[in-house]
């Protein structure tokens, strides 16, 4: 069975993430949507960040069909419920950047081309809602494996 090349980007940038000061505390794979929606959110630290996959595109096919070269999207998504949550969220993506530095993101993964982040959203909180986000979404250029 080949790498699932996506699994092994996500668990180390998870692991990377760990860093960020204040949100670090809790990284996960998630939907953004669901975790601040959930009716019971007392469980949740006041910051943390959660990655949700998002769209994939298929780049190249190898010849022989041995791998294929794909281009992933994960939002990074800093998340907090403090009262000031501009600069907190502020030094959160700066915190995230640091993290990922370099044209590969500092990820090790073996077949991670390039890593890009796209614009980016700051998200108040709306009305009647505690959280505010700072969606950043993180481009990766990797080679999967298919054998």
């Known amino acids: ?44 630290p006041d910051d943390f960040i959660v990655i949700q996959p998002g ?37 959160a993506r700066l915190g995230i950047k640091a993290a990922l530095p370099g044209p590969k993101g500092g990820l090790a993964t073996q077949g991670v081309q390039v890593v890009a982040f796209l614009p980016e959203t700051p998200m108040p909180p709306t009305e009647g809602r505690r959280w505010a986000c700072h969606v950043m979404p993180l481009q990766v250029t990797y080679v999967q494996p298919l054998k």
């Open 1 to 44: 069975m080949p790498i699932d090349m996506q699994s092994e980007i996500i668990a180390e940038v998870i692991a990377r993430l760990a860093v960020v000061e204040s949100f670090g505390g809790l990284v996960s794979e998630d939907s953004v949507l669901r975790v601040i929606d959930a009716e019971d959110t007392e469980g949740l």
């Open 55 to 91: 769209g994939v595109e298929e780049l190249e096919r190898a010849a022989g069909g041995g791998s294929v070269r794909e281009r992933v999207t994960f939002n990074i998504t800093a998340i907090t419920r403090r009262r000031g949550f501009a600069p907190q969220l502020r030094a």
